[in-house]
């Protein structure tokens, strides 16, 4: 595990990885949407920063929470500048704040952080894509949703 006080800089080329549930596995192998769909309570989209964390780390964390411990597990990585772009496609503005270095879109409540750091006790490298949540519209979300899917995700058999 890597330091407890680093925190993600959310640089275009930085990765997130999402955990893909097995039903959301495609014929083919492919990620579905809803593998990146928030749930109707989220107040984000949660994820981890590959710059804090390995993917294998990771992948042992989402294997414990998700699946009790047992089976292969499927992680979606996808850059910041993939989650950005799907952002704009869908009319959803990120830009990046010259002044603070951070990413913000215009929300319900004004200018917010596109992507926050969310540390956790079990998961150092948890974060929060901030403009997918329940509070956009059921549209907007299925256009990112549908951006960030299609690729096959990275597959771990842990022992």
């Given at each position: 595990?890597?330091?407890?006080?680093?925190?993600?800089?959310?640089?275009?080329?930085?990765?997130?990885?999402?955990?893909?549930?097995?039903?959301?596995?495609?014929?083919?192998?492919?990620?579905?949407?809803?593998?990146?769909?928030?749930?109707?309570?989220?107040?984000?989209?949660?994820?981890?920063?590959?710059?804090?964390?390995?993917?294998?780390?990771?992948?042992?964390?989402?294997?414990?929470?998700?699946?009790?411990?047992?089976?292969n597990v499927a992680v979606a990585c996808r850059k910041i500048v993939d989650y950005n772009n799907a952002a704009n496609f869908a009319g959803l503005s990120v830009q990046k704040n010259?002044?603070?270095?951070?990413?913000?879109?215009?929300?319900?409540?004004?200018?917010?952080?596109?992507?926050?750091?969310?540390?956790?006790?079990?998961?150092?490298?948890?974060?929060?894509?901030?403009?997918?949540?329940?509070?956009?519209?059921?549209?907007?979300?299925?256009?990112?949703?549908?951006?960030?899917?299609?690729?096959?995700?990275?597959?771990?058999?842990?022992?």
């Open positions: 595990m890597r330091k407890k006080n680093k925190q993600p800089t959310f640089s275009p080329k930085s990765e997130l990885a999402r955990y893909v549930d097995p039903d959301e596995i495609k014929s083919g192998g492919r990620v579905s949407s809803g593998a990146f769909m928030p749930s109707p309570v989220d107040t984000y989209l949660s994820v981890n920063s590959l710059e804090l964390e390995k993917v294998q780390e990771i992948a042992r964390y989402y294997r414990q929470i998700h699946q009790s411990g047992t089976g010259s002044v603070s270095g951070r990413w913000e879109f215009r929300g319900a409540n004004g200018v917010l952080e596109a992507y926050k750091y969310r540390w956790t006790h079990i998961s150092s490298s948890h974060c929060g894509v901030e403009f997918i949540n329940a509070q956009l519209d059921e549209l907007r979300i299925k256009k990112i949703a549908r951006r960030l899917a299609g690729r096959r995700p990275h597959l771990f058999e842990l022992k």
